[in-house]
């Protein structure tokens, strides 16, 4: 993106406000902000790397008004932050060594997966649930989290909505404090993946520099712009999207 026309530079100011409100409140805004940059111009594999580091003043918003929701949850955020970060740096390390080739055949796969995922959230709420815990279950926890976190490493597309039904199912609190503990997660993976891709990665600066501000306040102002569309509406148009750009990417 050496010249974006004004187009290019609205249609990225606004879809990262939208990206940054949509990881607050349901995960899935990476499925809006990579179409776009494939849109202008970007191949897949820079617009992921962009994707990724564009995100992170998004999640960074989201953790700073979410912060008192994380109160009391010490041990847990400790142990599964510590996971992520790992994890995270594996799945980064895995997309940088292996051939361009790879992430171009895996890529389509997982926007499909991550983007029918984001469509099922409902109904993983509802299974997820149903049964009652009295406790949280680490021995499954900490590695599932470690395994969502190389997911966010490498891709991230819907990395919330991943780490959201997994909190659900292992961990024992309100859907209210893990959805807090989801976004400080989606901070900590992103971290990572922002050190390891300025150093290693093709990163399209200019592109971020017009991402970045926006996906912040969205990711502030999260649950007040999000809501101005319903949860269905909003959900059904990132999946018919993210599922228009896995049929593009498997057709190129």
């Known amino acids: 993106m050496s010249d974006p026309s004004v187009l290019q530079i609205v249609l990225l ?6 990206a940054g409100a949509v990881n607050a409140v349901a995960g899935g805004g990476s499925l809006i902000v990579f179409p776009a940059l494939l849109a ?22 989201s953790t700073v008004n979410a912060r008192g929701d994380l109160r009391g ?17 594996l799945g980064c390390t895995l997309l ?7 992430f171009d055949a895996v890529v389509p796969v997982l926007v499909l997966l991550a983007s029918l ?9 509802k299974w997820t649930g149903r049964a009652e815990r009295t406790t949280d279950n680490p021995r499954v926890l900490i590695p599932t989290i470690f395994l969502a976190a190389v997911y966010g490493g490498y891709f991230g597309g819907a990395l919330g909505v991943v ?20 976004v400080l997660l989606s901070l900590v993976t992103s971290t990572v993946t922002v050190a390891l891709f300025a150093l290693f ?25 999000a809501k101005k569309m319903p949860d269905a509406v909003l959900r059904w148009s990132v999946v018919v ?11 190129t």
């Open 241 to 251: 999207l993210g599922v228009g750009v896995a049929i593009y990417l498997f057709l």
């Open 13 to 18: 100011a606004a879809l990262g406000l939208v």
């Open 96 to 102: 940088l060594v292996l051939p361009e080739s790879v």
């Open 73 to 89: 949850q010490r041990r847990r955020l400790i142990a599964t932050s510590v996971v992520a970060a790992l994890g995270s740096a």
């Open 40 to 61: 202008v111009g970007l191949p897949p594999l820079p617009a992921n790397v962009t994707n990724s580091v564009a995100q992170w003043p998004g999640y960074a918003g």
């Open 117 to 125: 995922t984001l469509g099922a959230q409902p109904w993983i709420k």
């Open 201 to 225: 990665a093709p990163v399209d600066w200019l592109a971020v520099l017009l991402l970045a501000p926006t996906t912040l306040i969205g990711g502030f102002l999260g649950m007040a712009v």
């Open 163 to 182: 780490l959201i039904a997994v909190l659900s199912l292992l961990a024992h609190d309100t859907l209210r404090r893990l959805n807090a503990l989801k």
